[in-house]
């Protein structure tokens, strides 16, 4: 199953010969011809790097309104999706999504793997699609920097945005001396940007030798 964004992303994947039913195009906001129904439920991503349900999802309490007017309307929701928020750091966060989606289907007629089996065990009929997010492109990447000045930034001089990690002790580093992020392909070189006259990193591309 792939799972993507836009759609010239769906048409690049069409065209290399993968079928349409293995297709999610999972952009909130398309064209009337692109729309499948799918209920998307808020989550508590109170433990993402970036939480998502502040944009989209429909709360639990919700749920039962939005399936009876979409009946009334003739509409076909064809399942359930959430969000736990990218970057998240408490697998408890996904029993939590997956109990209430349960909850969702069950309107309408302790970790990740077991909760799909609690709620969604192989005779229920219903089909589970896993979007992978950062699990792929994390370690695709590792960041290097060297310090070219330095100054004592209090916390609300600074954004998210600008901390690559937090409550991070570090010896007494001088100029010139590098530092070495692993881990750092989600949403780095996708969110750099030019600001304050600093340019996009330069990248690389590095292979084992084991692996060559």
């Known amino acids: 199953m792939s799972w993507f964004s836009s759609a010239l992303n769906c048409s690049l994947v069409q065209s290399l010969g993968v079928d ?3 297709i999610i195009y999972a952009n909130p906001c398309k064209q009337v011809s692109q ?3 799918v209920l998307r439920i808020a989550t508590d ?3 993402a790097v970036c939480r998502l349900s502040v944009k989209f999802g ?3 309490k919700a749920c039962r309104g939005l399936l009876e007017r979409a009946k009334e309307l003739g509409l076909d929701v064809i399942g359930v999706s959430f969000h736990v928020g990218s970057g998240c750091t408490d697998a408890e966060t996904y029993t939590k999504a997956i109990a209430d989606a349960r909850c969702v289907f069950d309107m309408g007629v302790i970790v990740i ?3 799909l089996d609690k709620y969604f065990p192989v005779d229920s009929g219903i089909r589970v699609i896993a979007e992978p997010g950062r699990f792929y492109v994390a370690s695709a990447y590792t960041l290097v920097v060297n310090i070219i000045a330095k ?3 209090m916390d609300d001089e600074s954004s998210s945005d600008d901390r690559i990690v937090e409550l991070s002790t570090l010896p007494d580093l001088q100029v010139g001396d590098w530092l070495v992020f692993n881990n750092m392909g989600a949403y780095t070189v996708a969110a750099s940007s030019t600001f304050n006259g600093f340019q996009r990193p330069d990248i690389y591309y590095v292979m084992s030798r084991p692996a060559w």
Do not use: G, Q, Y
Request: glycine share 0%.
């Open 20 to 22: 349409p039913s293995r």
């Open 35 to 37: 729309i499948k129904l």
């Open 45 to 47: 991503d109170s433990k």
């Open 58 to 60: 429909a709360p639990l």
């Open 113 to 115: 793997n077991a909760a």
């Open 151 to 153: 100054k004592v930034i």
